[in-house]
């Protein structure tokens, strides 16, 4: 099983629409992170958590929120989905020998 | 604050050609470094890291790196190209080596197009 999963893999939205991407991670790690992949542009920082209680935002986190429910659940929230928030989201974690460790990716289109 | 250039947009070869992917990076203190690959479809797999010592790091897959602190560069190598080396590779920056933090920041990526 992979060690850190996103769900869903592929979603399809209108503008205007809630949406949670999920990620959960089996490695024990307290660092969790948020990126967006745009082509040309790599992966940018959305949003990052040291553990539970700490939240931190990235590069671009206007018109995203996320939650950490427990340290093995990270969520991304779109709360009014917008068509430039369309991209390829990425959830990783971090050992404590400082290397990320990604999901598989979450593929979003925003009509 | 940080940053990191991969200077090729594209980069065609041919199998069995050596491969240099070029990358530059921009930070205050010691950076740790990654370079990762991506294949079609695909997320991201760390093909090497560097953090200290040796400045030639060896990874998976035959790809080594060498950290050159005087050029603020990391660049990315290869003997022989294998047509299973196409794919998008970025090269990352940590900040951890100065906050902490442990945020990356990526390249914009370098796409690999191997031709038979």
């Known amino acids: 099983d992979a060690d850190v999963t996103q769900t869903p893999r592929n979603r399809i939205t209108k503008t205007g629409k809630r949406i949670m991407l999920e990620c959960s991670q089996t490695?024990?790690?307290?660092?969790m992170y948020w990126y967006r992949q745009d082509p040309g542009l790599g992966l940018r920082l959305i949003y990052y958590?040291?553990?539970?209680?700490?939240?931190n935002k990235g590069e671009i986190s206007d018109g995203y929120s996320v939650s950490r429910q427990a340290q093995a659940k990270f969520s991304l929230s779109l709360e009014s989905a917008i068509p430039n928030q369309t991209a390829l989201y990425f959830c990783a974690t971090r050992s404590p020998n400082n290397e990320q460790f990604f999901g598989p990716g979450t593929r979003l289109t925003v009509l | 604050a940080q940053s990191v250039t991969q200077p090729d947009i594209h980069i065609t070869v041919s199998e069995g050609a050596s491969l240099e992917l070029r990358c530059n990076y921009s930070y205050g203190a010691t950076p740790y470094l990654f370079w990762y690959v991506q294949s079609p479809g695909q997320g991201l797999q760390l093909l090497l890291k560097?953090?200290?010592?040796?400045?030639l790091v060896q990874g998976i897959k035959g790809f080594e790196a060498e950290f050159k602190r005087s050029q603020s560069s990391f660049n990315l190598r290869k003997p022989s190209v294998h047509w299973s080396d196409a794919a998008e590779y970025f090269c990352a920056v940590d900040d951890a080596g100065g906050t902490s933090y442990g945020k990356l920041t990526f390249g914009q990526g370098t796409i690999l197009t191997v031709h038979p």
């Open positions: 560097y953090f200290s010592g040796d400045t």
């Open positions: 490695k024990g790690h307290d660092r």
């Open positions: 958590s040291f553990d539970v209680k700490d939240i």
